[in-house]
């Protein structure tokens, strides 16, 4: 009693594709050139530049008293800076997001090699254990 492998189309078609990662994705001329722009804000030397620019006004913000400072603190150099740094983290977290996804994809391949070799395996148990019943049980004179 052999059956029949037939796999899931979906292997064929990840195995033609795949895996999808964050590169791959097709956003025309609006999402490559706010890539571009991304990729150059989400710089730590953006943010030191950014720090930069806000430290100019800090004299100005000193002068203006407690609430203009706060105001600079909170409007300027936060927003400023922090933007940059955040976008560097999410930069960073991206990457490594993108390099699980690649593992898990390349693990998953390697569980389904293995899961049809065993399954082959088994076939050829299945077919030597038949064989073998047959030869007892014509040995014990009795034709299947």
Not at 49 to 67: K, N, R, V
Request: charged share 20%; with cysteine; glycine share 6%.
């Amino acid at each position: 009693m052999k059956s029949e492998n037939i796999p899931h189309p979906r292997i064929a078609e990840r195995a033609k594709t795949g895996p999808h990662l964050t590169r791959d994705e097709h956003v025309g001329f609006n999402g490559r050139l706010a890539v571009i722009i991304t990729n150059m804000v989400s710089t730590m030397w953006c943010a030191y530049i950014f720090a930069g620019i806000a430290l100019i006004s800090l004299p100005a913000a000193i002068q203006g008293g407690t609430a203009a400072l706060i105001s600079w603190i909170a409007q300027t150099f936060l927003q400023l800076v922090l933007l940059s740094v955040i976008m560097v983290g999410q930069k960073v977290a991206a990457a490594a997001s993108d390099k699980q996804a690649l593992q898990t994809y390349e693990d998953t391949e390697a569980l389904l090699k293995m899961q049809d070799d065993i399954r082959h395996q088994v076939e050829i148990n299945n077919a030597q254990i038949g064989e073998i019943r047959d030869l007892i049980e014509k040995g014990n004179g009795r034709e299947v």
